[in-house]
Nanobody, 115 residues
Framework: QVQLVESGGGLVQPGGSLRISCEAS????????MSWYRQAPGKERELVAT????????NYADSVKGRFTISRDNAKNTVYLQMNSLKPEDTAMYYC????????WGQGTQVTVSS
């Protein structure tokens, strides 16, 4: 069955960097686009970034353009989100999503940006 396991979240100071990962199993990872979403307390889940199956194309929410980079390693069945110049408003639970059918979600990893 499809499994998505996020890791790498934590507490970081404003202006700092963090890389989170999502390791996938149970499907042919290299055949599907993947996305990162986030959800802050009291807010709706929002799309952060998407990468195509081969990694040749990416797109980002306006709020993270120029600061976040999505990438993937199909040999490791892993998608990454490199987050630079972090702001307190980036604080959220971050989820990866398999873009297949109804969609599949991981359990999330918490990112907290605070001094």
């Amino acid at each position: 069955q499809v499994q998505l396991v996020e890791s790498g979240g934590g507490l970081v100071q404003p202006g700092g960097s963090l890389r989170i990962s999502c390791e996938a199993s149970g499907f042919t990872f290299s055949s599907y686009a993947m996305s990162w979403y986030r959800q802050a307390p009291g807010k709706e889940r929002e799309l952060v970034a998407t990468i195509t199956y081969a990694g040749s194309s990416t797109n980002y929410a306006d709020s993270v353009k120029g600061r976040f980079t999505i990438s993937r390693d199909n040999a490791k069945n892993t998608v990454y989100l490199q987050m630079n110049s972090l702001k307190p408003e980036d604080t959220a639970m971050y989820y990866c999503k398999l873009n297949r059918g109804r969609g599949y979600w991981g359990q999330g990893t918490q990112v907290t940006v605070s001094s």
